[in-house]
């Protein structure tokens, strides 16, 4: 079983575009992230929420709006899709305490290329 | 592969040989510290994590150093297989966080058979 499962696995989309990644855990775990890999490899977090209540909110165009359901599922909405969105998007998931709880688990990314 | 061209830093062994993998981190305050690894079209996977109460831990061939003086942080990994090549991250809990990893840069690790 896919402990954190990110659909769609590729996206190619126009700019311009509206478009959504979500994300599922069966870990158990209270709290999700999305971070963003860009073309060198640079892993940054976009947001973070536990327990369906957003925490962290990194400089992340309004363009990008998180959704969290429940505890278990985090989506991502893009709105107006620009060229510089293209990226590797990684949705993760921990226990409340990182430093307790071996850090994140990881999905295995979304690859968005915007043309 | 999709590696290619990324111009991370790069360490190139011969299977068998130790690697050794260094990393620096800026915020003192941090005190939690974990090695990721990424292999190609993969996600991150754990490694091996490291509290600032310990200078050193040792998992199965890997061992983690740990220097807070100058906030360095090392992964050696033993008799390093060709199932080892990948990229390595370091994060720590930006300054003691209870929810946020910062990660560094990541270095590329190929090794030779």
């Known amino acids: 079983d896919t402990a954190v499962s990110q659909t769609p696995k590729y996206l190619v989309t126009q700019m311009g575009n509206d478009k959504s990644i979500k994300c599922e855990q069966n870990?158990?775990?209270?709290?999700m992230y999305w971070y963003k890999q860009d073309s060198k490899k640079f892993l940054k977090i976009m947001f973070s929420?536990?327990?369906?209540?957003?925490?962290i909110n990194e400089t992340v165009p309004n363009r990008f709006s998180p959704k969290s359901p429940d505890k278990a599922h985090l989506n991502l909405h893009i709105n107006s899709l620009e060229l510089g969105d293209s990226a590797v998007y990684f949705c993760?998931?921990?226990?409340?305490?990182?430093?307790?709880?071996?850090?994140?688990?990881f999905g295995s990314g979304t690859r968005l290329t915007v043309v | 592969g999709e590696n290619v061209g990324l111009h991370l830093p790069t360490l190139s062994v011969q299977e068998g040989d130790n690697s050794i993998i260094n990393c620096a981190y800026s915020n003192s305050a941090s005190d939690y510290f974990i090695w990721y690894k990424q292999e190609s079209g993969k996600g991150p996977q754990f490694i091996i994590d490291?509290?600032?109460?310990?200078d050193k831990r040792q998992g199965q061939r890997v061992t983690v150093l740990l220097n807070k003086t100058v906030k360095h942080l090392s992964l050696q990994i033993a008799a390093t297989q060709p199932g080892d090549s990948a990229v390595y991250f370091c994060a720590d809990n930006s300054g003691g966080s209870n929810y946020k990893l910062t990660f560094g840069k990541g270095t590329l690790l190929t090794v030779n058979p």
């Open positions: 993760a998931s921990s226990h409340r305490t990182v430093a307790t709880n071996y850090g994140y688990t």
């Open positions: 870990l158990g775990h209270d709290t």
């Open positions: 490291i509290r600032s109460n310990m």
């Open positions: 929420y536990n327990n369906k209540e957003l925490i």
